[in-house]
């Protein structure tokens, strides 16, 4: 008899679509216009209500550009950060 648990190379590959959603992926691509391309157009169609611009451009927006990420910046000990003032008469 074969043993259970988890195999190398078993299941479907992570990250895979199943038939159904890539099905309906295909669909969208056929179509020629996706959630995104619909948005874009109505963001530069400037006979659009301009509220409705804004709206879809905040919409698209994710999809377009990444988020910044957050970071931290560390200072050493040893040798502090000097900040000069140049033409102010702060500490004078």
Known sequence: MAGGGKREGAGRPRGSR????QAQMDAVAASGCTPLDYLLGVMRNPREDPE????????????????????????DADAPVALNLIGSDVGG
């Open 18 to 21: 199943n038939r159904r959603t």
């Open 52 to 75: 409705d611009r804004l709206s879809a451009a905040i919409s698209a927006a994710p999809y377009i550009h990444p988020r910044l990420a957050t970071t931290t910046l560390k200072g």
